[in-house]
């Protein structure tokens, strides 16, 4: 390893390996090498050894712009390691410890990972440990952000519903904060376990707190088996009442009574997300209790949902800071994708034609130009004005001739005819 990538520096450590920052001499780029953490447990080396190899099938199967790229894998005397691209952005957790998020930035944020868990969930991958520490927000040269899903070492390729694993001292892997009811429980896990997780991590950006919390873990794991949350409409009532029911459909507590995986969930966020000028004549998250799914088989019957806590409160539940937009790292170039100002589109027609100066009748009605691949504004719209025919010089003077010739005929035949 070392002949190939310079090791520059140390950025994070887990609770499986430890990340730095490195120099890959043959490419002359940074990237980032994750390798396993060295200990005298040899059980554990080797149980953090799986995992690494688990991880680097994981990665290495997703091609993706919202999912953490992998470009190389091997093994030295220090054990195995995999390289990755470099993210130098901010986890999600670091941002919103400064603000919730906006709901412009909000929505930007859906559809990224949206897309990226839908990717996955396409290869049958299950994250099993979505967290806002598992999501990095990094800057484009635009200054738009692009958010990436990584740390993929808890994930399992598994095409039916398999029973939650558990390692070698007999714990849960994930953050106790964003796991299931059905990981605590160990029982059967597929697409909507992280269905669940996202679904806290959106509560937490939009609020700034985790919507299951607790003083002790045994707290926090009563809060999700109990399902004591607060409804995220009462703690951002700025938020459109379409979306806090977005997020709340994620956090139920049966799998059942949840999306069936992200493509399910994308498709409703699009379907909602319309002007209020708009209607919507099916609503995909209905305010009722969603109609039961098929169950998978031997899967026992399922059990009412219950009741959530604190469902209504005197006063209203405030997020710990007020939200404030994303904008790009300090020294950045202004980003091109926010505007204090609605931009109006104004078409590029070129100068007027010979003879036909642009003019408003307002006897014809306007009415935009239709040109393939072009958007053009009303008052962009040239109107051809209705002119009266010249006469020539040289016509009026031969027109006046005649028409002397033509008086002095009448002229003649007149005096002939009195004098005879």
Not at 20 to 35: F, G, I
Not at 59 to 87: K, R
Not at 283 to 297: F, S
Request: hydrophobic fraction near 40%; glycine fraction near 6%.
């Amino acid at each position: 390893m070392e002949e190939r990538y310079e090791i520059r520096g140390k950025l994070g450590q887990g609770g499986l390996g430890a990340v730095y920052r490195a120099y890959d001499r043959a490419l002359k780029r940074e990237v980032a090498v994750k390798r396993i953490i060295s200990g005298d447990d040899e059980e554990h080396r080797e149980e953090a050894t799986k995992q690494m190899e688990k991880e680097t099938g994981a990665l290495a199967a997703l091609q993706h712009p919202n999912i953490v790229t992998i470009y190389d894998v091997g093994s030295d005397e220090d054990g195995p390691f995999v390289v990755m691209e470099l993210l130098t952005g901010q986890t999600l957790d670091a941002i919103v410890e400064k603000a919730p998020l906006t709901w412009p930035d909000f929505r930007e944020l859906v559809l990224q990972i949206q897309e990226a868990l839908i990717a996955a969930q396409d290869l049958a991958l299950i994250h099993r440990d979505l967290k806002p520490s598992n999501i990095m927000v990094n800057w484009l040269p635009s200054g738009r952000f692009q958010a990436k899903v990584v740390d993929f070492g808890l994930a399992k390729f598994s095409p039916k519903a398999s029973l939650q694993t558990v390692d070698h001292h007999d714990s849960i892997f994930g953050s106790i904060y964003f796991m299931a009811p059905e990981q605590f429980e160990r029982g059967e896990v597929d697409s909507r376990l992280d269905m669940y997780s996202i679904g806290c991590v959106y509560y937490f950006t939009l609020t700034g707190r985790s919507p299951f919390e607790g003083d002790t873990a045994l707290q926090v794991m009563a809060s999700h088996l109990e399902h004591r949350v607060i409804p995220l409409n009462q703690v951002r009532p700025d938020l459109p009442k379409w979306a806090c029911d977005w997020v709340m459909w994620h956090i139920n507590r049966y799998p059942v009574e949840r999306p069936e995986n992200a493509r399910e969930t994308l498709k409703s966020f699009i379907q909602l997300d319309v002007p209020p000028s708009q209607t919507i004549t099916q609503p995909i998250v209905p305010a009722g209790p969603r109609p039961a799914r098929p169950r998978m088989a031997g899967a026992p019957p399922p059990r009412p949902a219950p009741v959530p806590t604190a469902v209504t409160l005197e006063q209203p539940v405030k997020a710990h800071t007020a939200p404030q937009p994303l904008a790009p790292p300090d020294g950045a170039p202004p980003s091109l994708h926010t505007t204090t100002q609605p931009v109006s589109v104004v078409a590029d027609t070129g100068p007027p034609p010979p003879d036909i100066p642009p003019v408003q009748n307002p006897n014809v009605p306007q009415a935009p130009l239709h040109v393939p691949g072009r958007v053009f504004a009303p008052q962009s719209t040239y109107q051809v004005p209705v002119r009266k025919k010249k006469t020539s010089e040289a016509k009026r003077n031969f027109l006046a001739v005649l028409g002397g010739l033509f008086f002095l005929v009448v002229l003649y035949f007149v005096v002939t005819y009195f004098s005879k």
